[in-house]
């Protein structure tokens, strides 16, 4: 066990919290006055009777007396490096874990969790025990158990632990994340720098919220103040359910500052399910590489409604993995997809959340949109497995021509440019070799060493194939607008270009 003494740093700290503590008292001590009956001075005096008040204000303690044996501290033993040291700058989002040492050696570190079974069911976050040589958990009655690790989600950073405790342990359920509204009361537990027990509250500040750790963000945000330590506590409703699993802070110093995010109860609830019975979380997979939609891109894909507002509803389907079970049943580039099984998909991380929830093998209703037509297509969704651990031949005359309207060279996919920029064998378009400084492709961020896939939904195979596309795409005279597909770095992409009447002038 990690010592528990305050070092001489600690001690000013605890002063300084108390000297804290005490001054916010004496600012609220104003409240108290009126209630106060004063005793006479002299020999007479007697003690100070407050009054109490009329009405009290609600507070949360027989919610937290009623939980609280549910909760639990996790303590992990592993071997750290320098390495392992998170060295946040401002603004960085921070796990609330405990601190590491700075060289390599045996260390402990703690987290929390909660029991949701009365066998011994632990959930927390994966980051807390990720790389443990042993975990234990401490329930509320000091009792230490260990603790085995059944199962462990990276992509959700959730983990499932069991305790053999000889006896039914207290427990508490997951409810129903989608029925919390912002502005609703939350009490946060844990066991913030190993103060295990730890209590906070505070409102929801916002729900669905993407903060780049995985694809399938969907985080309840919180003001609740939590620390290093909480991660993998429970977030309890007023009504003692638990609503989320705290695991993140968004924090200049590495302290809370009131801004933190925990995983929604109904994500808990399918991935330890999963672990519970296979140690292992299975997701669904269709094979697309989706982007949002913006208001070029609606105008570029005839998106644009009759009022003449943009529909941005939808994920933009960039890329289609071959032999995938998009590829199968007929998804192709350009496609916005509206809704898979009757939900609505708003954006790329919509889509990803949804087919992530469907069972492989089952059958998947697509809605979607191909140059401007409704389409409905039925897809056998396949299972997501974990990724492993991850000179320009000139086109013609021709050709040239029509690339100057953009503003780019191209040219052809040779075997030596499918080496240098790691092409997959089946690539077929056209490299961009130049950009031309101020150009339409320049202010689009198209670069050097980009290739065209496509125009729109048409794919194209060679620089004058792509020239063909876009001079169809453009038409005839006015403002006009139109979409690229590109690979780049790994990942294919949609990129809209805009062209006023006064483009065409200056570039063609």
């Keep these: 066990m990690t010592n528990t003494t305050p070092t001489q740093g600690t001690r000013r700290t605890l002063r300084l919290t108390l000297i804290a503590a005490l001054l916010a008292g004496t600012a609220l001590s104003g409240f108290a006055v009126a209630n106060i009956t004063h005793a006479a001075t002299g020999d007479s005096a007697v003690a100070i009777q407050p009054k109490a008040p009329s009405t009290r204000i609600p507070d949360f303690a027989d919610l937290v007396s009623t939980v609280k044996p549910a909760v639990v501290s996790i303590t992990t033993k592993m071997t750290v490096t320098d390495n392992d040291e998170t060295k946040a700058g401002p603004g960085a989002m921070q796990i609330p874990f405990g601190a590491k040492p700075q060289r390599p050696r045996s260390a402990e570190a703690r987290g929390s969790g909660f029991i949701i079974d009365a066998n011994g069911i632990v959930v927390t976050n994966n980051h807390v025990v990720e790389g ?54 939350v009490v946060a537990m844990g066991n913030p720098f190993g103060l295990g027990g730890s209590v906070s509250a505070g409102i929801v500040s916002a729900s669905g919220r993407d903060i780049g750790a995985g694809p399938y963000d969907n985080f309840i945000q919180i003001d609740a103040p939590i620390n290093r330590g909480n991660s993998g506590g429970p977030l309890f409703t007023q009504g003692g359910e638990v609503v989320g699993v705290n695991t993140a802070i968004f924090s200049p ?39 949002p939609i913006t208001p070029e891109m609606a105008q570029a894909l005839h998106l644009v409604r009759t009022d003449g507002a943009w529909d941005k509803a939808g994920a933009l389907v960039a890329n289609v993995a071959p032999d995938s079970p998009a590829d199968k049943s007929g998804v192709q580039p350009g496609d916005v997809i509206r809704a898979v099984n009757g939900k609505p998909v708003h954006g790329a991380r919509d889509l990803a959340i949804i087919v992530a929830g469907v069972q492989p093998g089952e059958q998947a209703r697509i809605e979607l949109l191909r140059d401007g037509e409704a389409k409905n297509l039925t897809v056998a969704v396949g299972t997501l497995r974990d990724a492993a651990e991850k000179g320009a031949k000139p086109a013609g005359e021709d050709a040239a021509q029509g690339q100057e309207k953009l503003g780019v060279g191209l040219a052809a996919i040779t075997p030596d440019m499918r080496r240098q920029l790691d092409l997959p064998e089946r690539t077929r378009g056209a490299v961009v070799a130049q950009v031309q400084p101020g150009s339409i492709a320049e202010q689009a961020g198209i670069q050097p060493g980009d290739v065209i896939l496509g125009v729109g939904p048409r794919a194209v195979t060679s620089p004058e194939d792509a020239v063909e596309a876009i001079r169809s795409a453009l038409g005839g005279k006015g403002g006009k607008a139109l979409a690229l597909r590109i690979w780049r770095d790994g990942h294919a992409a949609y990129v809209p270009l805009k062209i006023s009447p006064e483009n065409e002038r200056n570039q063609g």
């Design 132 to 185: 443990a040589t042993s975990v234990s958990i401490t329930l509320d009655d000091g009792t230490v158990l260990p603790a085995k690790i059944i199962g462990r989600d990276l992509r959700t950073d959730l983990a499932v632990l069991k305790v053999e405790a000889g006896k039914p342990l207290a427990f508490i359920k997951l409810g129903d994340s989608d029925q919390v509204r912002p502005g609703e009361w």
């Design 253 to 291: 110093t590495g302290g809370s500052i009131g801004i933190g995010f925990a995983i929604p109860s109904n994500t808990v609830k399918s991935v330890v399910a999963q672990l519970q019975n296979g140690g292992r979380v299975t997701r669904g997979y269709l094979g697309v590489e989706a982007q």
